[in-house]
């Protein structure tokens, strides 16, 4: 059984390029939520992508936009990179109605912005 | 504004007994959340509060109680392995996860 993965592991980017970051969720769920995390920070909510539509979003700029296809997979794109989008970016997914909402998490995309 | 309070780091022996605390004021409350956290790699859930009262799972145990928007992790036979950073979070009346910064966890010999 498959769990979160993500592409790529680590990125190194310049000011005011974009990123494409990707998710694939756990085996059988079906919604994909984004977060950054800082260094000794925890976890800040960027959005949620539930039946390829974004449901809830954070305290997050428009530059932050995001995609879910058919198969639950999901995109995070970030346009215009500043230095403080330097962050580890995780991917979590979910069952809707599964319970506890537990969320599993992947192994996270590092994002460094130079 | 919504705030999640745990301290920022603990030391404890190994073979101990350490108690975590997190402290929550959120906009509405559907449950709470305990994740570990290794250094470099994605959070892994621990366990699930959303009532009063005690949860034991093996080695680590979780209280809530909900009036005085307090949680606690208990962790028991603490061992080298578990030297991580501990995560509280709260889902709240949207189900958006409201984490903590995390209390980071030191394991002696």
């Known amino acids: 059984d498959a769990g979160v993965t993500q592409s790529p592991t680590h990125l190194i980017k310049t000011r005011g390029q974009q990123v494409t970051l990707r998710c694939s969720p756990k085996?059988?769920?079906?919604?994909v939520s984004w977060y950054q995390q800082a260094l000794g920070q925890g976890p800040q909510f960027i959005f949620q992508?539930?039946?390829?539509?974004?449901?809830q979003r954070g305290n997050f700029p428009d530059r932050f936009s995001g995609h879910q296809f058919p198969n639950y997979s999901s995109e995070l794109n970030v346009n215009a990179l500043l230095l403080g989008d330097s962050a580890l970016y995780l991917c979590?997914?979910?069952?809707?109605?599964?319970?506890?909402?537990?969320?599993?998490f992947g192994p996270g995309t590092r994002l460094t912005v130079t | 504004g919504q705030n999640i309070d745990q301290p920022t780091e603990m030391t404890a022996t190994e073979g101990a007994i350490v108690q975590i605390n997190c402290t929550y004021q959120?906009?509405?409350?559907?449950?709470l959340f305990w994740y570990q956290q290794h250094a470099g790699e994605a959070p892994t859930f621990l366990s699930y509060?959303?009532l009063d009262g005690l949860e034991e799972k093996g080695r680590f145990s979780s209280f809530l109680s909900r009036s005085k928007g307090y949680s606690y992790l208990l962790l028991k036979e603490l061992q080298m392995k578990d030297s991580a950073s501990y995560l509280c979070?709260?889902?709240?009346?949207?189900?958006?996860?409201?984490w903590g910064a995390g209390t980071k966890l030191i394991i002696k010999p």
């Open positions: 979590a997914s979910s069952l809707v109605g599964g319970g506890t909402y537990e969320q599993y």
């Open positions: 979070a709260v889902r709240d009346s949207n189900y958006q996860l409201i």
């Open positions: 959120t906009s509405g409350f559907n449950g």
């Open positions: 085996s059988g769920h079906d919604t």
């Open positions: 992508y539930y039946e390829e539509e974004e449901r």
């Open positions: 509060n959303v």
